[in-house]
């Protein structure tokens, strides 16, 4: 059930009927976005521009009831955007304890032999790599609650999307390297490693969710969309964990555990590639208020106020038309 009740509910866009709550990138259970939230806990909110179509003597047209396509281009292109990086995402949780705890080769000099010899892991303990992973939650709380929502407000939500989808590849890329680290700088290239996943990690999903409202038709189809969305997410995530240990095991047998991280590096490429087929959308903004207060984020909470902007579409008796 979406929130609305009201008839008026389907012709208004507004993030107080968002899309269901669907699952994030790992095994955690879903987000509640029907709290204005989009996977954060940062409050967003969306505004459209109106569309006025009326005839050049200033009377209205004879409204055709015309079935509006649920899974346009641009939300079939974010669901498929939203699979990639479920995905990828879903790899690196999945192989970084692996990795982390993998045996450590000792003998540097056997390491320079080859430059795609990459063999075994970091060689931590269980208990070591568990702080590791609890560090990594309060590393994520730090970028949803401070980071996340300076950056959409200077960057805006799109440009936003675009940098971190294109930087995404980098994050892969970095890890294999951990294990050349001396046991002095082992801990901050870890934590280094951490700090970029999850500035670009945690960005996207929200980015991604919020994109896909911004561009549904209307919330009546809502649950079409999400339901679509899920069922993508579900199935990246299914197939991301057996791939992405199969490459490791290959990738050991090898000496070549790097294989498995660049696999799902060149999936993120492929993400970013995928760009070119999304695009902006114009007449819309997004803004995005922090839980708490910024110093570096104008607080409008009490004075918020948007320009309205009416785009007049002019249709004369020919049939042509004008957008003024």
């Known amino acids: 059930m979406q929130p609305w009740s009201a008839l008026e509910g389907v012709n208004h866009t507004s993030a107080e ?46 409204a055709h009831l015309q079935k509006q396509p649920v899974f346009t281009w641009r939300i079939t ?18 192989l970084l304890p692996i990795f982390l705890q993998d045996n450590r080769v000792t003998d540097i000099s056997t390491l320079a032999r080859s430059v795609f010899s990459f063999p075994g892991g970091v060689g931590l303990s269980t ?30 939500v799109w440009k936003l999307f675009v940098v971190v989808t294109v930087l995404h590849p980098v994050a892969y890329f970095i890890v294999p390297f951990l294990i050349f680290l001396s046991e ?17 990690s945690i960005i996207a999903y929200p980015v991604l969710l919020i994109l896909i409202k911004q561009a549904s038709p209307s919330d009546s189809v809502l649950g079409k969309i999400n339901g679509l969305a ?41 993400g970013a590639m995928q760009l070119w087929f999304i ?8 803004t995005i208020q922090p839980a708490t ?12 106020t948007y320009k309205e902007t009416v785009h007049i579409i002019v249709t004369d008796v020919n049939g042509h038309s004008q957008d003024i």
């Open 230 to 270: 899920a069922s993508a997410g579900a199935a990246s995530r299914t197939v991301a964990p057996p791939i992405a240990g199969y490459l490791y095991s290959t990738g050991s047998e090898i000496r070549f555990t790097a294989l498995a991280w660049w696999g799902s590096m060149l999936v993120a490429i492929l």
């Open 279 to 286: 695009g902006q959308m114009r007449h819309s903004t997004v």
């Open 17 to 62: 009927s968002p899309l269901l709550a669907t699952s994030g990138a790992t095994a955690n259970a879903g987000a509640d976005l029907r709290a204005e939230s989009y996977g954060t806990f940062n409050q967003v909110h969306l505004h459209d521009d109106e569309d006025w179509v009326v005839r050049s003597d200033g009377s209205k047209p004879e």
């Open 127 to 156: 208990r070591t790599v568990g702080l590791i992973m609890s560090s990594d939650g309060i590393i994520a709380l730090i970028i949803q609650s401070v980071i996340f929502p300076a950056l959409a407000h200077y960057l805006g």
């Open 293 to 304: 207060h910024c110093h570096y984020i104008p607080d409008d909470r009490q004075d918020q």
């Open 184 to 200: 002095d700088f082992l801990f901050i290239g870890i934590y280094t490693c951490l700090a970029v996943r999850n500035i670009l």
């Open 77 to 94: 292109m974010l669901i498929v955007a939203l699979a990639i990086f479920t995905y990828h995402s879903m790899t690196y949780d999945h």
